[in-house]
């Protein structure tokens, strides 16, 4: 029997409760780094990009070589500024919870599954494992008020 919130319809303008937690139940944050990475993590694919500022840092021949690997890193990177509202946000240790406007259809997929991969790369780099970090795909509960 599939889960009651696994997300069966996908509205513009709509706002859900979207949780996920480890596999297992196993923490997903097991230290301060741990979670300063996720919250960078969501503020890079959440808050404008200023592409003109990126380009301008990337063209300064000042600029060192690793900094302009990594702000072409962040020109690529996915932004769903203007696509996902986060509202508010609970990291637990084996699990977290978002409150979150979706303003452009199916959004909220493609960004849940940047931020998951994402990660779950980090995770198993980090702590020198392979395989899932959640237990399943995440779950989003729509909210009507």
Do not use: W
Not at 39 to 64: A, F, Q, R
Not at 66 to 89: A, G, Q, T, V
């Amino acid at each position: 029997m599939p889960s009651k919130n696994r997300l069966k319809t996908n509205s513009e303008n709509s706002y859900y409760h979207v949780y996920n937690r480890g596999v297992e139940k196993r923490a997903i944050f097991q230290d301060r780094q741990d979670y300063n990475v996720f919250l960078k993590y969501l503020g890079e694919y959440l808050l404008p990009k200023n592409e003109i500022k990126l380009m301008d840092l990337l063209s300064d021949p000042n600029t060192h070589y690793s900094d302009k690997d990594r702000l072409l890193k962040l020109i690529r990177l996915n932004n769903f500024s203007e696509k996902i509202d986060m509202l508010s946000y609970c990291l637990m240790p084996n699990h977290f919870h978002f409150f979150i406007k979706q303003i452009s259809l199916r959004s909220m997929h493609k960004f849940m599954q940047s931020i998951g991969t994402r990660y779950t790369m980090y995770f198993n780099r980090k702590y020198k494992r392979v395989g899932f970090l959640y237990q399943d795909i995440y779950k989003a509960a729509e909210v009507k008020t």
